[in-house]
């Protein structure tokens, strides 16, 4: 088989900010009754990439996963992303790897996953996407390798974890 591959830039200044997720392989630190599941990219004053994750959990509690991207080359396309504390975040092997396989030219969806293929998202600045594009994106998943049997579709209610929701837990 051949490797996965990521596209051959990745412009971070237009990648940033929210994106919503609309579908994913299963994750073991993500429940799969997640709903209302967002990513939000903002650069960070280390010039890293700040990741702040938020979604309900199956219990409708508010869940946040805050970590630390960085890209591995120039392309930007392939990066290194690190959700341990910020203290241990310079243990070896903690690191893990997120590449941008597909994105459209306006940076409205993206197609992300890892060259292992375990892991893989369709994410979309939108809540909803038609059926015939997410279609398109889990096509170029799977020429690439990855298995899609066990895709999820976490439900988006309108709903968004905020900063207050978080204060009060």
Excluded at 41 to 51: A, E, M, P
Excluded at 56 to 78: C, L, M, R, S, Y
Excluded at 115 to 139: G, K, N
């Amino acid at each position: 088989m051949s490797e996965v591959t990521a596209i051959p830039s990745l412009d971070l200044n237009r990648y940033l900010g929210r994106w919503y997720e609309i579908v994913r392989l299963p994750i073991k630190y993500e429940d799969d009754g997640a709903t209302d599941i967002t990513a939000h990219y903002s650069l960070d004053t280390n010039g890293r990439i700040r990741v702040d994750n938020r979604c309900f959990d199956k219990d409708n509690q508010p869940k946040q996963a805050v970590g630390e991207a960085e890209p591995i080359d120039e392309t930007n396309a392939k990066l290194k992303v690190n959700f341990l504390p910020a203290g241990l975040r310079w243990l070896p092997f903690t690191d893990g790897d997120y590449w941008v396989l597909k994105i459209d030219p306006k940076y409205r969806i993206a197609l992300v996953g890892t060259p292992d293929r375990r892991f893989l998202w369709v994410l979309a600045r939108d809540r909803a996407i038609s059926e015939s594009t997410l279609e398109d994106y889990l096509a170029e998943a799977r020429r690439q390798g990855f298995d899609l049997k066990n895709i999820i579709r976490p439900r988006h209610t309108g709903r968004e974890v905020s900063d207050a929701m978080l204060e009060h837990q």
